[in-house]
C-alpha cells in the first residue's frame, strides 16, 4: 500500500479574468462551474504524479490518469501557477463514480510544515527556514480491478480581498490494478 502524492495547477489568472468578463461563470458551492475535460479542461488544469503511477501518457493533463492498486491512498494537493500569490485555490468537494471504490468522505488536511529557500537577490547560498501553510485530500482505494472516473470542486479566492472569485471542477480518472 502505497501513497500516490498528485500536484494539481490551476490557472488562476485565467479564470479570474475570464469570470470577470463574463465568459466564465462563476458557479456556487453547491453547482460548481465544470471546466469540461481534455482539451477544455487542459487550459485551466495541469495534474502531475511521480511518473511511475501514470496511465496513458497523460503526464500534465487535467485528465491525469494514475494507476493504483487496492489499499494505496490518492492524495491531492493544489495550487495556482503563481503559487497562490495572487489567488488562492483550495479543493472542498469531490463525487466517485463507482462511488464504492474509494472511502468517502475524504479527508482534508490543512497543516504547517518547515521548508527552507534561499533569501535575497541574487539568492544566498543559505536557505531561509519558513513557515509553510500545506493542504491536502486524500482517499484510500477500496475496489480493485475498475477505472474511477471522479470530479474535484475548488474555489478560488481573489486574494487582494479575500473574496471567491468562483467554484469550479473537473474529472480526472484513477485506473485500479
Known amino acids: 500500500m502505497a501513497t500516490i502524492n498528485v500536484l494539481i495547477a490551476v490557472d488562476g489568472a485565467t479564470l479570474a479574468q475570464q469570470v470577470k468578463d463574463g465568459s466564465l461563470s462563476p458557479g456556487s458551492a453547491g ?3 465544470n471546466l469540461g ?3 477544455s479542461s487542459n487550459v485551466y ?21 494514475i494507476s493504483a492498486n487496492g489499499g494505496d491512498t490518492v492524495e ?6 503563481d503559487n497562490n500569490f495572487d489567488q488562492t485555490a483550495y479543493l472542498y468537494g469531490s463525487s466517485f463514480n463507482p462511488g464504492t471504490a474509494i472511502n468517502t468522505p ?3 488536511a490543512s497543516g504547517q510544515a ?11 547560498s543559505t536557505p531561509t527556514k519558513f ?20 470530479t474535484l ?19 480526472p480518472f484513477i485506473i485500479v490494478n
Open 31 to 33: 453547482s460548481p462551474t
Open 37 to 39: 475535460s481534455y482539451s
Open 45 to 65: 488544469i495541469a495534474m502531475i504524479a511521480p511518473n511511475s503511477s501514470i496511465s496513458n501518457g497523460t503526464q500534465g493533463q487535467s485528465e491525469l490518469q
Open 76 to 81: 491531492w494537493a493544489i495550487t495556482t501557477f
Open 106 to 108: 475524504l479527508s482534508y
Open 114 to 124: 518547515y521548508a527552507y529557500l534561499a533569501t535575497g537577490n541574487p539568492p544566498a
Open 131 to 150: 513557515i509553510n501553510q500545506v493542504s491536502t485530500v486524500s482517499g484510500t482505494i477500496l475496489q480493485i480491478g475498475l477505472t474511477i472516473q471522479y
Open 153 to 171: 470542486s475548488f474555489t478560488l479566492v481573489n486574494n487582494s480581498n479575500g473574496s471567491i472569485i468562483g467554484y469550479f471542477l473537473w474529472d
